[in-house]
């Protein structure tokens, strides 16, 4: 079995130094709100989001101005998207159905801003600090 030289741990050693440091900023507060799917049902699209509150306080109310643009950029309708309460820590699922609206023809979603955001029973900037959006699917999500 190869056995190393100091030399080559020192190497080794600091060539991980850049994956600590990108780890610890992957794990920076803010709170993360993916697209993850979306289905078309009878009643128009359904789109799952996956959201990840990193922040070291619980969110009691997340509720986001959200745009639906159609594949052309048009707006298609300005809604309110109840995210409800985001434990710190712990990731949530949350299911909207679009009616009227066909999944095929969105383009783009787009966060607006935070219409309500509370914590510790006050208002917050939790919702909006850090705020990280990614899609995983054809639909972009910006803000």
């Not at 289905?39 to 996956?50: D, I, K, N, P, T």
């Not at 745009?67 to 299911?95: E, H, I, N, S, W």
């Not at 095929?104 to 510790?120: K, P, Y």
């Amino acid at each position: 079995m190869p056995r190393l030289t100091p030399k080559a741990l020192i190497w080794l050693t600091l060539s991980m130094v850049p994956l600590q440091a990108a780890a610890q900023d992957a794990a920076a507060p803010g709170l993360s709100v993916e697209l993850n799917a979306t289905q078309a049902v009878e009643q128009g699209c359904q789109l799952s989001f996956l959201i990840r509150n990193s922040h070291d306080t619980d969110i009691d109310s997340a509720v986001f101005e959200t745009v639906l643009l159609d594949k052309g950029g048009q707006v298609d309708r300005l809604t309110l998207f109840d995210f409800g309460q985001l434990p710190a820590g712990r990731p949530r699922v949350r299911q909207f159905v679009v009616p009227g609206t066909q999944c095929d023809g969105l383009g783009q979603i787009l966060i607006n801003g935070a219409s309500r955001c509370e914590a510790g029973g006050a208002a917050s900037s939790l919702c909006i600090d850090g705020l990280m959006l990614n899609s995983r699917t054809e639909v972009e999500v910006i803000g």
